[in-house]
């Protein structure tokens, strides 16, 4: 890949907007900008003592006619960790695991102070889950990390649908890392962590074959829907989920107030959702419904959980169709 791409993709983070780019691993890391702590004070030069509790991000310049930008305060107790160190961390694992890091893609998406950062890995294909019949699923890591106190350092292993840009997270592989950035961070975790979820890959790939060989019908699409879906994501993601299952459209409410479940409510047909068949026929098709709905998120950390709780959801429908 010779020039960074910039990805259609976007999202919120706190209000503030998230861009990503592509690349492979030299290119993206140029754009991930550093930070410093510095004591908490008005002015230098100013008749008032330093506030001991508190410290002051900084973001430092990443070109020459950049200045140093405030962040935000945290507690004097806070550990900075700096996005380019969770990101070599990360690599340093996945290296560990005897895969080639100058040849894989690599996105990074940035706040609009690159105080939040999301920085994903996508494996070689040796690694792809190739369900017959239909398109690939690419495992990636995926990390988030913020440096101003707000979000937790996170690390996991999800799967990714290029052709629609779906992905979902699936519990086999966690391995997952939710640190808070405080005096006991570990970041000499995140190697091993790496190395031990890779282990688990194949775990997962044997759940979404089972998944594959769990036929659906409307009778029970309808009956999960109005109950285990609605309950955990509302009711017009469950609506949604439905039409996409039985038609393989997305869709909206046609009368918003109309008393009914979700299953039964009136809709207006939408676009055709990329790569879902007219009908879901077994409870993959169903999952990367889900994985549709749940990617589309604005909010970034909602997508992320979102995408994680899939799994679940579809736990719950089996018991229905077994």
Excluded at 142 to 156: A, H, K, M, Q, W
Excluded at 264 to 292: C, H, T
Aim: proline share 5%.
């Amino acid at each position: 890949m010779e020039e960074i791409e910039l990805l259609e993709e976007t999202s919120n983070w706190r209000s503030r907007k998230v861009e990503y780019i592509a690349g492979n691993l030299n290119q993206i890391t140029k754009h991930i900008p550093s930070f410093e702590l510095q004591d908490f004070f008005l002015k230098e030069d100013a008749e008032i003592n330093n506030n001991p509790y508190y410290k002051t991000v900084i973001r430092l310049p990443l070109t020459p006619v950049e200045k140093r930008i405030p962040i935000g305060i945290v507690s004097n107790t806070y550990t900075l960790a700096q996005h380019r160190k969770v990101v070599d961390l990360c690599i340093e694992g996945i290296k560990g695991c005897g895969i080639d890091i100058d040849h894989v893609r690599c996105e990074l998406g940035l706040s609009i102070f690159g105080e939040w950062m999301n920085f994903r890995i996508y494996f070689p294909d040796k690694y792809d889950f190739s369900p017959s019949g239909g398109d690939p699923l690419k495992l990636r890591l995926e990390c988030f990390n913020s440096v101003d106190g707000s979000s937790r350092l996170i690390i996991l292993f999800g799967w990714f649908r290029f052709i629609c840009s779906n992905g979902m997270v699936i519990g086999e592989t966690i391995s997952e890392l939710r640190d808070i950035h405080n005096r006991h961070m570990d970041l000499s975790k995140v190697k091993s962590l790496i190395i031990k979820a890779m282990h688990q890959v194949h775990s997962d790939k044997e759940k979404m074959s089972g998944w594959k060989n769990i036929q659906v019908d409307t009778d029970s699409l309808a009956h999960w829907v109005d109950t285990s879906v609605s309950r955990k994501w509302g009711k017009i993601p469950a609506f949604r989920a439905f039409h996409i299952c039985t038609s393989g459209h997305d869709a909206k409410y046609a009368d918003p107030f109309e008393p009914e479940k979700p299953s039964r409510k009136s809709m207006i047909e939408l676009g055709v959702v990329p790569g879902a068949p007219n009908r879901a026929r077994n409870l993959y098709d169903v999952g990367q419904a889900l994985s549709w709905i749940a990617t589309n998120r604005n909010n970034a950390e909602e997508k992320t959980r979102w995408q994680s709780e899939i799994p679940g959801l579809l736990e719950d429908f089996a018991p229905a169709v077994a």
